[in-house]
């Protein structure tokens, strides 16, 4: 009991509970407009010729994308990736007023870090054979390391509005 009365008593723990830091639902709406604000920024990158080129290595070896260059050519698929990732990010934009929306966002959004994380395993020269190999990561392996974070952040806003349409 005393420490819970030297918290609230604490300034700092007041301050921050009077400037909304410490909201229920904060962590909820910040990684989600974070991963709105990601998917902008690079579904934007997809409509430009330098990044059809940066693409080729993902694509070309992933076992769930692969099919893209067949279907669309370099430019096709890019301009199918930005769109994608624009769609997904506009759908977890609109779940912060309609968890349906949310929902659908975060499926989408899980699907394609799934989709990238099963590059890993595939990425040609992925491992430092200087420092051992595996887990010494090189190349493009690093750059898709943080979609295992980003798969993780899907799954935890799929669950958390898959609750909250429940609770509605």
């Known amino acids: 009991m005393t420490t819970l009365a030297n918290t609230t008593q604490n300034p700092l723990v007041r301050a921050l509970h009077r400037s909304g830091l410490l909201a229920e639902d904060l962590d909820y709406h910040v990684v989600r407009a974070a991963m709105v604000i990601m998917f902008l ?17 993902f694509i070309s070896n992933g ?13 096709g698929a890019s301009y199918f990736l930005g769109a994608s990732e624009w769609t997904f990010g506009s759908l977890l934009l609109a779940g912060f007023w309609d968890k349906r929306l949310g929902v659908l966002g975060a499926l989408g959004s899980t699907g394609t870090f799934i989709a990238t994380v099963t590059i890993i395993p595939f990425m040609p020269d992925g491992w430092d054979v200087a420092a051992g190999g ?23 806003l799929l669950r958390q509005d898959v609750v909250r349409l429940i609770r509605q």
Do not use: C
């Not at 920024?41 to 290595?57: D, I, N, S, T």
């Not at 076992?63 to 430019?75: C, D």
């Open 41 to 57: 920024f690079f579904g934007y990158q997809k409509w430009f010729p330098y990044e059809f080129e940066r693409l080729v290595p």
């Open 134 to 156: 595996f887990p010494a990561m090189t190349g493009n392996v690093p750059f898709l390391m943080k979609d295992v974070v980003l798969l993780a952040v899907s799954l935890y």
């Open 63 to 75: 076992p769930l994308i692969w099919w893209l260059y067949p279907a669309f050519g370099h430019a």
